[in-house]
């Protein structure tokens, strides 16, 4: 999966990103396998992104990724300047986006 992320392709990279979201969303296990499996840089690569959408779900992978051990490796990285350029050009879209995906579906009856 995390090889699908260096294809060409907007609509492959969009999926992944947006199946990693999910992964790392719910799962401490998901997290550390995803990190350990090199999708941190490659997430990053993707915040230059054509696609608005997997420039979001980059975001929000990289934030559910950083809920346990891997806030170490996302600075070491070197992803925190690129989310912040990122997030100084779009942030009150990424401020809705959050706040949908985090709160509002987050807390809604499954």
């Known amino acids: 999966m995390i090889e699908d992320l260096e294809y060409n392709i907007i609509e492959v990279q969009r999926e992944v990103v ?3 979201r999910l992964l790392a969303k719910y799962n401490m296990e998901n997290r550390i396998i995803i990190a350990n499996c090199g999708a941190i840089r490659a997430l ?11 420039q979001e779900n980059v975001v929000t992978a990289l934030l559910n990724l950083s809920i346990n051990e ?3 490796e996302i600075v070491v990285v070197g992803a925190v300047d690129p989310l912040i350029n990122w997030l100084l050009n779009r942030s009150n879209r990424l ?5 949908i995906d985090e709160f509002i579906i987050a807390e809604s009856p499954k």
């Open 70 to 72: 891997n806030k170490n």
């Open 95 to 99: 401020v809705l986006v959050l706040y």
């Open 18 to 20: 947006a199946e990693l």
């Open 44 to 54: 990053i690569a993707l915040l230059h992104s054509s696609d608005l959408k997997t």
